[in-house]
């Protein structure tokens, strides 16, 4: 196919709408199913770009949640404790793709609410019951088996958007816009995020681990393709908490930082023993979570539950042009940061990242996207 007419664009009174080859050529993408709109089709190249990348970095299966262009979560595929596993609502047998899938799903899932979701590898039966129960809008993959297509089209009335993606499919290395009615060109950022970007360690802790690498490899990708300014979260090969959008630098730290604290927050013992009426559906599960962490656990309760945590790794898509970004990083038990650095208070940076014995790389690279 070489066109595909939408429904309308942005809103409603843009019309007409449709998605096409510049050149001419064939569409590498295929409707599976429904009719996926404007925003449907930004939500699902951006996240389809990220799991791409973040497969090629790591080498596991991943997964991510969109929302409005930017990512709610992602994450690679990890066997899921019975803490993850409450914490996601996410039962029975469960392949390495759909605990991405799960993980990625839960590392905001108010944020994630009709989600579209992306993976990639091929959308199995697991992956697809995961998705059954949950408000999503949509899905992309290179592939499907035929159950999990079965089940998929079992939501929203039979009317589930499911895209299929050339898994070979390359953009040209030129790519243009428009915006009122001024035509913009630009390379296409295919700059690799690879474990050459953290090479360059500037703190006095130099102790990279694989997970540290993974989880930093991670948040790079992560802000490739999330609104700027950003900056991600991440802890055990998942984004925790995802600032984006900000036009201040340390106003994304610290929405990504209150994120990531929820994040931990949702398995504290009080949390994880929270009954539910089964016929409950989990939205209003996770509107009630998140109203009993922040109405009825104490202050003291939070702060000395989260005082536990440590490891978690950091991203920012551009550098930090002050320290408090470090302090508040800190508070939210941050030990890893890669950022470009670049900065003329790069000392008064690094110098805040060794009074935390934090590691920190300077990538050189900025990752704006808009």
């Known amino acids: 196919m070489k066109e595909l007419e939408l429904k309308y664009g942005c809103n409603p009174n843009q019309k007409p709408a449709r998605i096409f080859m510049a050149g001419g050529g064939e569409l590498p993408v295929e409707v599976v199913n429904g009719r996926p709109g404007y925003i449907n089709f930004m939500d699902a190249l951006n996240s ?117 993606i050339d898994p070979d499919y390359e953009p040209q290395p030129i790519e243009q816009r428009d915006i009122f009615g001024i035509r913009f060109e630009q390379g296409y950022n295919a700059l690799p995020i690879t474990r050459g970007c953290l090479a360059n360690i500037v703190t006095e802790n130099r102790e990279l681990g694989e997970d540290a690498v993974n989880d930093l490899l991670l948040a790079l990708i ?67 979570i998140d109203r009993f962490i922040r109405e009825e656990l104490t202050e003291n309760e939070k702060r000395d539950f989260l005082a536990k945590f440590t490891g978690v790794a950091l991203g920012s898509d551009a550098f930090f042009p002050f320290g408090d970004n470090i302090e508040r990083a800190a508070a939210s038990g941050v030990k890893y940061v890669a950022q470009p650095g670049g900065s003329i208070r790069d000392d008064n940076v690094i110098e805040t990242a060794n009074k935390y014995g934090m590691v920190m790389c300077f990538t050189g690279i900025r990752l704006f996207h808009h």
Request: charged residues 25%.
């Open 222 to 288: 992560t802000l490739k393709y999330t609104q700027s300014n950003s900056v991600c979260y991440t802890q055990g090969g998942q984004t925790i908490g995802v600032g984006a959008g900000q036009q201040s630098r340390v106003h994304c730290t610290r929405l990504a930082g209150d994120k990531a604290d929820n994040w931990h927050l949702r398995r504290h013992p009080k949390v994880l023993e929270l009954s539910f009426d089964p016929a409950l559906k989990r939205a209003e599960r996770d509107n009630e």
């Open 48 to 164: 389809w770009q990220l799991v791409r990348a973040l497969k090629l970095a790591t080498g596991k299966p991943s997964a991510a949640s969109f929302k409005h262009v930017s990512p709610a979560g992602a994450a690679i595929a990890r066997e899921l404790s019975d803490e993850d596993r409450r914490a996601f609502f996410a039962e029975g047998e469960l392949s390495p793709i759909a605990t991405a899938y799960a993980r990625a799903r839960g590392a905001d899932r108010l944020c994630s609410y009709g989600d579209w979701a992306a993976l990639s590898d091929t959308c199995d039966a697991e992956t697809a019951r995961l998705l059954l129960p949950e408000v999503s809008d949509g899905i992309i993959a290179p592939g499907y088996t035929a159950e999990a297509l079965e089940i998929l089209r079992q939501k929203r009335k039979g009317n589930y958007n499911v895209v299929r």
